[in-house]
């Protein structure tokens, strides 16, 4: 396989690595630790994780330090599914999915 700005060949990398800098932690205290130290607010993730383990650890580790923490998954925010069809049929085309128009930008009312 021959890259576009290079003529010799490589092999593609199904498994690529990075160095990391810093400290890698399986714990959830280093964690909860460095959330502290470094004022950080929100905890961003995967959609299939099962959440309830982790957010249910981190709050216990927050508890022992005598601190309140609220969890808020994004869920909360969503709309349901026939309102969200509500709102994009008018740009859908009808019965024929070819023909459609633009939607305006109101990506900030899905979450109304």
Known sequence: ???NT???SFQY???PTFPVQGKLSNSYHELVDHLIEHDIHCIDGFVGINWEIPVAQIQQEFVKRGLT???VSMETAFLP???IQEK???YLGGNDPLFGKSAPN???TLIL
């Open 6 to 8: 290079q003529t010799t």
């Open 1 to 3: 396989m021959y890259s």
């Open 13 to 15: 990398n199904i498994l």
């Open 106 to 108: 109101w990506q900030h």
């Open 81 to 83: 599914e026939s309102s």
């Open 88 to 90: 994009v049929a008018p």
């Open 69 to 71: 923490v609220r969890f």
